[in-house]
């Protein structure tokens, strides 16, 4: 087959009047005809022939005016340089480490992670990767910045640990990325920060650092001096932002005092509305405090002894209205839906009195005989979670301990609350320890269908009495026939909260047992592997802290 080859076309004097008809179209009016249509809109000036032909000389004076202004494009001014990373005197990660880093970041990255046969999930170990480096006092290295940035963005989780890993440089890299802002509002001991002693410098800081910058130099600030701290909070406090203005006042929970009173009484009439309640909650922890006293005063009124025969109890007349030096005292007016206004602010007010005065309302009775007292009138259920609260908010472990009761009773029976959560929360107070020895007590009694959540508040790695009931229970289970699925939630806290030193112990444990007759099908096959995983993971952080201590890895 024959090809014919057409010459090219030459410049004539009609074809550069039509470039000339097609460069002085204004390239608004192209736009206009393109988002039109040619039929409807032709520009003036553009003509074509054929039925696509005034489609095509728009296209063609696109073109042109496209060529034409990158032709006369000036360049753009050059951007500032970003200012010099800071340096971070903390000493790096072993090499062992720092692979283990890369690959842990590499595994989330892929979404490889989750449940895959008896492989540990890496993805859940890098926030105990984070805690254990931090522990040390690693410093990141500076090309895992980026991904530790990705996966604290997408995870909130990981943000307060890999935060701190990242240090200085993290924070800086954070800043030139809008995806990674969430770093400059979320960290908190992530900048180098002046000498609290170097009054110009902390207060350059404090008027033009970031947000992150200046809460970090607050706590520092604070640590030093804090009527200093609350001295710098108010050279600004009537220019900051309500968000800002809570965060602050949420600092202020750390290193709580009595010097703090009047600052958070000035706050009570902040104008928003989470400010006045969160100075209202630290005033309430303070058992000192004229805000303490005026609750106080309030909740005596409504919770009173009685006595029918030789029998003593509690009576509760609930308030009839909340009136303005009540709300002043962040005692919230409207109940959420389902709730009874009476019975509403009598939680608030008992919450907020402190736990100190009730023995001496009740005839020197220790929290565990006034806890116990039958309450008139239907109001115990309210009156003891009030109570829960109270418990928390003040840190208070002999009530907590009272309202928790004997771990062998059903939480439907306790004498405090039956919510888990809210059990979970008490447990929080007490000491680590006893935390501990509770929960596993608690499992012993009721298995662990309702531990899931006092399992989460126990300190990690889980001491050995709740490591030795957590996997009791769970062997139990597969014993039984139990629908194995039911406990894949215990199953991967074990894996992130046994000791790592257990992993011996448990390597009888996978292998796998005749299955009983009632048992859910390949119920056995499917606890096998759980433990086979539950084994491995414990070796992997094992070796894992080793990396980290730079101890030889056995």
């Not at 805000?291 to 609930?318: H, I, N, W």
Request: glycine residues 8%; aromatic residues 6%.
């Amino acid at each position: 087959m024959s090809r014919t080859t057409t010459p090219a076309a030459t410049p004539t004097a009609g074809a550069a009047t039509a470039s000339d008809a097609l460069a002085s179209v204004p390239w608004e009016e192209l736009v206009t005809s393109a988002l039109l249509g040619t039929d409807r809109r032709p520009p003036a000036g553009v003509s074509g022939t054929g039925p696509d032909g005034a489609a095509a000389a728009l296209l063609a004076a696109a073109a042109l005016h496209t060529v034409c202004r990158r032709a006369g494009l000036l360049p753009a001014a050059a951007s500032p340089r970003p200012a010099v990373a800071p340096d971070d005197p903390r000493p790096p990660l072993p090499e062992a480490a720092r692979g283990r880093l890369a690959q842990l970041l590499a595994d989330r990255a892929s979404g490889s992670g989750g449940r895959r046969g008896a492989a540990p999930d890496l993805t859940e170990l890098i926030p105990q990767w984070l805690a254990t480096a931090n522990v040390h006092g690693y410093r990141a290295p500076d090309s895992a910045l980026p991904a530790l940035l990705d996966a604290a963005r997408a995870r909130t989780d990981l943000r307060p640990q890999t935060l701190e890993f990242a240090g200085p440089r993290g924070l800086w890299l954070a800043g030139l990325n809008p995806e990674w802002k969430f770093a400059l509002r979320g960290a908190s001991g992530s900048a180098l920060l002046p000498s609290p002693d170097d009054a110009e410098a902390v207060r350059r800081l404090w008027e033009e650092g970031l947000f992150a910058e200046r809460i970090a130099l607050l706590g520092a600030v604070r640590a030093y001096d804090a009527e200093a701290a609350r001295a710098l909070l108010a050279t600004t406090w009537k220019t900051e932002r309500a968000e800002d203005r809570l965060m602050f006042v949420d600092s202020l929970r750390t290193g709580l005092s009595a010097g703090d009173e009047e600052f958070l009484e000035r706050a009570l009439t902040d104008r928003s509305r989470n400010v006045r309640a969160t100075a209202a909650e630290l005033l309430s922890a303070l058992p000192g405090s004229a805000l303490a006293r005026r609750m106080a005063d309030r909740a005596l009124s409504c919770v009173s002894p009685g006595l029918t025969g030789d029998a003593p109890f509690v009576a509760v007349e609930a308030p009839h209205e909340c009136d303005e030096a009540m709300q002043r005292d962040g005692v919230v007016p409207l109940p959420p839906s389902g709730r009874g206004e009476r019975s509403w602010w009598l939680g608030q007010l008992v919450e907020a009195t402190p736990l100190a005065v009730w023995p001496g309302r009740f005839g020197g009775r220790g929290a565990a005989e006034i806890v116990g007292l039958p309450v008139a009138d239907g109001w115990g259920e309210e009156l003891h979670a009030a109570w829960c609260r109270a418990a928390v908010r003040q840190r208070d472990a002999a009530w907590a301990r009272a309202l928790l009761g004997p771990p062998s009773t059903p939480p439907s029976n306790g004498p405090g609350t039956a919510s888990l959560a809210e059990r979970a929360k008490l447990l929080a107070v007490l000491p680590p320890a006893e935390r501990a020895v509770w929960v596993a007590d608690f499992v012993a009694a009721h298995g662990l269908s309702e531990a899931f959540q006092l399992l989460g508040v126990c300190p990690v790695p889980w001491a050995p009495p709740l490591g030795r009931a957590v996997v009791d229970a769970l062997d139990i289970a597969r014993d039984a026939g139990s629908y194995p699925w039911s406990f894949s939630g215990v199953m991967g806290l074990a894996e992130r909260c046994l000791d790592p030193t257990e992993a011996a112990r448990l390597e009888v444990l996978t292998t796998t047992p005749a299955e009983p007759a009632d048992a859910s099908p390949g119920a056995n096959g499917y606890w096998t592997e759980a433990f086979q995983r539950l084994v491995s993971t414990l070796r992997l952080r094992a070796t894992m802290d080793s990396e980290l201590s730079g101890a030889p890895i056995r």
